[in-house]
C-alpha cells in the first residue's frame, strides 16, 4: 500500500535474509522514484532456497506493482532491463508468461506450453547457488539446448549432478519421485519435480510421496494471475 513517508517499509519479517540481499527492497531501490513511499507485506508460500524462482517472482512482482501505483510508466521491456541487474531469472518474471530463455535469461521468446500438473518435493535442505555455481565439477561445455530438443523431452540439468553429490537428501527425493514419472532437480535446488499430465495422476504421485517429503502439488499455467492493486 501507498505511503505518505518516501521508502519502502517491509512490513512480514524475511528470517535468514539481510535487508540489503532482499530482493524487494532491491527492486524498489531499482526503480529510483526516492519521492515515492510503500508498506509492503508478503505471505510467503514458496519454499525459500528451494530453486523455484520465489526472490525473483518477488522482485518482479514488485517492479510491476510500484510502477503501477508510483505512476512511473516504465515500460514492461524497460521494467525488464531493470529487472535483469538484480537477477538473471527476474526478466521472465516481469513478462508473467511462459518462455523460452538464453543468454544469462535476458533473450526471451513467449512460447505456449501444454497444460501439465507437477509434483514437487523439497528436501529438507539449502541449496547455496553460489556454492554450486563455483564448484569445478561444473565444466560449462554443455552444448546448447534447442527448443525442438526441449520439447523432445530431452531436457537436462547440469547442476543436478553436482547438488546429489554434495546433498543426499536431494538425491534421495529424485529418486523417490523418479520411480513414478522421469523427475529433474529445480534450477540450482534443493526442490525436485515432475511433470503429468492431469491432477489425478499427480494427485496420486504425491500421496504416494508423502511422508519424509512434503510433496505440493501444482498446475502449470502459461499466463501469470494479474496483479491487482489497491491504493489507500
Known amino acids: ?21 532482499n530482493l524487494i527492497l532491491k527492486a ?13 507485506a508478503i505471505h510467503k508460500r514458496i519454499p525459500q532456497g528451494g530453486g523455484l524462482g520465489g526472490g525473483s517472482s518477488n522482485a518482479a512482482t514488485t517492479l510491476l506493482m510500484l510502477n503501477r501505483v508510483w505512476g512511473l510508466g516504465y515500460s514492461v521491456d524497460s521494467l525488464a532491463r531493470i ?7 527476474v526478466p521472465v518474471f516481469v513478462r508473467q508468461h511462459s518462455a523460452w530463455a538464453e543468454g544469462i535469461g ?18 529438507d535442505c539449502h541449496v547455496s547457488t553460489a556454492e554450486i555455481f563455483s564448484s569445478p565439477q561444473l565444466t560449462r ?10 520439447f523432445a523431452g530431452k531436457a537436462g540439468n547440469d547442476l543436478q549432478a553436482i547438488v546429489e553429490a554434495r546433498y543426499p537428501a536431494v538425491r534421495k527425493a529424485l529418486n523417490l519421485l523418479g520411480k513414478f514419472s522421469p ?33 505440493i502439488v501444482a498446475r502449470g499455467v502459461n499466463e501469470s494471475p494479474p496483479i491487482i492493486t489497491h491504493r489507500r
Open 1 to 21: 500500500e501507498l505511503s505518505d513517508r518516501p521508502g519502502i517499509q517491509l512490513i512480514t519479517p524475511m528470517p535468514g535474509i539481510a535487508e540489503s540481499d
Open 106 to 123: 535476458e533473450i526471451i521468446e513467449p512460447i505456449e506450453l501444454p497444460e501439465r500438473w507437477f509434483v514437487i518435493l523439497r528436501p
Open 183 to 215: 523427475a529433474m532437480m529445480t534450477g540450482s535446488g534443493s526442490c525436485v519435480f515432475t511433470a503429468v499430465d492431469d491432477e489425478n495422476s499427480a494427485r496420486r504421485i504425491a500421496a504416494a510421496t508423502e511422508g519424509e517429503f512434503l510433496p
Open 28 to 40: 524498489a531501490q531499482a526503480l529510483g522514484s526516492s519521492r515515492c513511499g510503500a508498506r509492503i
Open 141 to 150: 561445455d554443455t552444448s546448447a539446448i534447442t527448443l525442438a530438443t526441449f
Open 83 to 89: 529487472g535483469l541487474s538484480l537477477g538473471a531469472d
